[in-house]
Every structure is written in C-alpha cells, then in structure tokens.
C-alpha cells in the first residue's frame, strides 16, 4: 500500500479518549490520523483491573453518564452499544453524610419534605430561589459564594461540597462556577433561577434521561474498542517530544520504544493533559510561550481505593450509588462508591466490593501516605460509616498524582491562552479534560469537536 500523503495525515497527540474518539472519526472521514501515546496501554485515566478470584475494578472513572443522545449514538457506532449494562436498581439511591450518619438524598418533593438532610429552616430559604436576583455574568464567582446566594450555606455544606469533591475532588470556595458548571451558571443568566431554569429544561427531546452505565469487562472496554478499530495508527510508547510549523505544514518530534523520528502532517490536535502541552517544545510557533501558563492549572493528587470484604463482614446494607462525604464531617476520605451494587461482576459471590477516593484539594498530603496508612484510613472511616468489620480480603491502591483538572476562578486566563496559540497557528487544535471539561462525556465531546474542526481546516486549505 502506498504511503498516505502528508495532507491526509493528522497527528494526535495524546492516547486518552479525547484523543481516541478525535481520531476515529477522522479516520471515519477518510483522513489518515497518527496517536502518539506515551504509555503502555491506551485510555488515559480509564483503566480496570480484573483479577483471578473473581474481583473487577476501575483504576480511574467508574461509570458513564448517558446524558445526551450524541453519547449513546458514539457508542452504538464503536460497536459497543449490545455490551452497554446499566446502573442497577438497587444503586439509585445516594447517600450524604450528615452527623456521623449515612442520610439517604431525597429524589422526589415530598421526600425533600421530610428528609433528615436540611433543616426546615435551609427548606425555607429554598423557597425563595426564584426571586433571588441574578449573579455576575463573568467568572468571577466561586461555586460556594453561587450557592451561598442562591440556596444558602446548608445546601453548600451538605449538598454541594460532597458533590464537588466526588466530581472534582476540588474546592467550591476555589472553583468558579462558570467554567466548572457551566450548565448551572447558564440556568441562572437564562432563566434567572436554578429552580425555573431547571422545570422549562426538563428532558422533552425522547432522548437518553441520564442513565447511568459501564460494560462487563469495565470502562476500558470503550479505549480498547477504539483502538481495535484504528489499528496501527495509535502507536503506545511513543514520547512527543515537539512539533514545529513549517508554512502549512507541521512536523512531529518523537520518540518511539528505541531511537527518535520526525514525521510530517497536514494538522496537529493536541489532547495532552495541559502540564504535558506546557512542557511541549513547540519551534516556529507565534505565540506559543503563552501555553506555559498551562503549568499553573491546580491538579492536586486523588488516590482510588479497592477494598473487598465478605459480604457479611460490612453491616450496611449498600442499597445505593454509595456516599459522599462534606468537609463539614469529622472524616478523611471523599466517598466510597459501592461498585459491586452498582454493576454486576465486580465481586466474587458472597463478597462485596468499595471504591474509596482519598485526596483531592481537601486533603491531599494523604495521597502521599504509604499504602498502609492509606489502608488504614479507608478501614476506619469505612467502619464508621457503613460497619466494615476486619481486614479486607483484597485491596488495591490506584494512585493518581495529578488527577483532575481545577476549573478554579480566573480560569479563562487557560482558554484564553489556548485560543491565541490556535489563532496563531492555524493547523493546531487544543481539546481534552484542560479545556473542554472533565467528564468522559465532555471528552467525548471534545474529540467530537476536534475532528470537526480539523476537516473545516482541511476544507478551507483544500488538502
């Protein structure tokens, strides 16, 4: 077969899915994509361990939400849509920490009426949401002081801040809310209240109603059926180590498992953690200095924690998602999934098994700490919180020293420094979790958006 000419060629740096689903549907559009991946399996943060006895679990994120129609249809295109298993039943319910206790989350208005999570008084206050007056448009406001606003302190301590540090393993009084929730910022400026905006953008569309899912052999089933597809176009163990514009050309510095190389394309898409892009040598590039401001984005360090126990040695009954915990509560871990009701085959039978996130912003020296004292840690606030009893009878430490991406405030000054290099250098395209949000969703999204742009390039320089 002929070699592929230099302007059907696209590089993409980065293995992760972003970069993944960007070239898939580049290579669905008849283009010619390459992946550099520096590590040994593709994915990125998606990764699931199964072991022998029987036990399976995620190294990074637990589940997918399929909250849009796009979502399910990338899935039913890469094949995997027979192997989709939703979220059990049993696992609806969620489950907050509210003085030392697990306090089921109210999922209907009358069961907001009586739950034991907020005072009558937080009730009250909630009651008058629609009237309170709108916020800044920009980003100069923190989630918490948002909150504050709108809902008041007892929702931010009992609500909000568990739900951050389970998504974010961040700090709501750091975070700003238009760039970390853009979706909640936007129901304000739109309808003026979180509680209108939230009843006129009710689900009408037929579409997916935000279910919850995984596959059986994990989350890693979706990288691997990528790459399967892509075949030796993503290439594993190979180092970028720079790309330099040449007119409407690019090159590509790398190093693959021995030697080094430079290839040439028609167009480079970046979906590197923005630390990585920020170390990138980039020659010939107009104002690509300004991407070194990328080091500064906070990614404090989260550590994911395998525990299984004998299905009789944990006293709570787990009927649940699992549990989060606010700042507020006198404990050390963020929450704990209950990832063997949330999805069948993550234990062996009789056995249960618990994801616990460690870290974050919050706390993130314990990150640090030596496996066992990690262990330790887990076991007492699991005791306290759900009556573990005893070792567990398997356990994994998955450690992630820059986990995820701090959509603090002033964050635009990141987007903003992103843009002017892509104004730039036409031919670069920026995407991934330092962009475009941190979800799988959103990085499937970005990939969408950096194939889509990247043949509107192409189209406009008639390669």
């Not at 036990?55 to 979502?71: D, F, I, K, Q, R």
């Not at 899935?75 to 030392?100: C, F, N």
């Amino acid at each position: 077969m002929a070699e592929a000419s230099p302007g059907s060629r696209i590089a993409i740096l980065g293995g992760g899915i972003t970069g993944l689903t960007a070239a898939w549907r580049l290579q669905k559009a008849g283009l010619r994509p390459v992946v550099f991946e520096q590590s040994i399996r593709p994915g990125g943060a998606i990764g699931a361990l199964p072991t022998k006895e029987g036990w399976l679990h995620e190294l990074g994120p637990n589940s997918l939400l399929e909250g849009a129609p796009e979502v399910a249809a990338f899935i039913d295109e890469v094949g995997l849509g027979a192997r989709r298993i939703y979220a059990s039943p049993a696992a609806r319910q969620r489950y907050i920490v509210r003085g030392r206790q697990l306090v089921a989350l109210p999922t209907s208005p009358f069961g907001f009426i009586g739950t034991k999570l907020f005072s009558w008084r937080a009730k009250r206050h909630l009651l008058g949401e629609p009237w309170r007056p709108r916020g800044p448009a920009d980003d100069a406001e923190s989630v918490a002081d948002f909150v504050r606003r709108r809902l008041g302190q007892e929702f931010l301590d009992y609500a909000i801040n568990p739900f951050v540090a389970g998504v974010y393993a961040g700090d709501p009084a750091q975070l700003s809310v238009r760039h970390a929730f853009p979706k909640l910022h936007a129901l304000e400026q739109e309808h003026g209240s979180l509680i209108r905006g939230a009843l006129k953008r009710r689900n009408t569309s037929g579409g997916p109603k935000g279910r919850i899912f995984s596959f059986p052999n994990g989350l890693e089933e979706l990288p691997l059926a990528i790459v399967g597809q892509l075949g030796d176009a993503v290439r594993l163990q190979c180092t970028v180590r720079g790309i330099r514009r040449q007119g409407a050309r690019w090159f590509v510095d790398f190093e693959p498992i021995s030697g080094r190389a430079t290839e040439e394309f028609a167009a480079v898409v970046s979906a590197l953690p923005g630390d990585a892009l920020a170390a990138l040598r980039c020659d010939d590039m107009p104002e690509s200095t300004r991407l070194g401001v990328l080091r500064d984005v906070m990614q404090p360090p989260v550590a994911s924690v395998f525990t299984g126990y004998r299905r009789e040695a944990v006293a709570h009954p787990l009927d649940g998602f699992g549990v989060l915990v606010p700042e507020v509560e006198p404990f050390s871990i963020l929450g704990t999934l209950f990832s063997s009701t949330l999805f069948p085959g993550r234990a062996p039978d009789g056995c249960v098994g618990l994801t616990t996130f460690i870290g974050g912003t919050r706390h993130p020296a314990l990150e640090l700490r030596a496996e066992r004292d990690i262990l330790q840690l887990v076991q007492e606030d699991l005791a306290a919180l759900v009556g573990v009893r005893g070792e567990p009878i398997y356990a994994h430490i998955q450690r992630w020293p820059r986990a995820i991406p701090q959509y603090n405030l002033g964050y635009g000054r990141f987007k903003a420094a992103i843009g002017a290099v892509e104004a730039a250098n036409p031919g670069f395209f920026v995407g991934g979790n330092c962009r475009d949000g941190i979800s799988i969703a959103n990085c499937i999204e970005s990939g969408r958006r950096l194939a889509g742009v990247t043949q509107g390039y192409l189209r406009s320089t008639g390669d």
